[in-house]
């Protein structure tokens, strides 16, 4: 099993920045994977950012260039560095870990960006 918890959240104007971290423990050396999402209000889950074990990134074209997942393996914590935030990345964030058989969700952080 492993548990996944958000923090970082918070309210911001556009053009601020914010970090969130994504604190994993239990048996993290099954993931090969974590991912931040995000759901807007009254939208479905979509995925923002994903970083694999061996390093390598990826992320939504709406994001590009303005966000930055990175994992520190020694605190067992990933982070999303979120910087020229929008009203539109308002949203609740989740983390997500997999591994080869499950997926494991955090509790969700909540991320305002006003105009």
Known sequence: QVQLVES???LVQAG???R???AASGSTSSINGYHWYRQPPGKQRELVASVYRGGTTTYADSVKGRFTISRDTAKNTVYLQMNS???E???VYFC???DLNRAY???GTQVT???
């Open 8 to 10: 970082g959240g918070g």
């Open 16 to 18: 601020g920045s914010l």
């Open 20 to 22: 969130l971290s994504c």
């Open 85 to 87: 935030l929008k009203p």
């Open 89 to 91: 990345d308002t949203a």
């Open 96 to 98: 997500k870990g997999t």
């Open 105 to 107: 969700w955090g509790q």
């Open 113 to 115: 960006v006003s105009s």
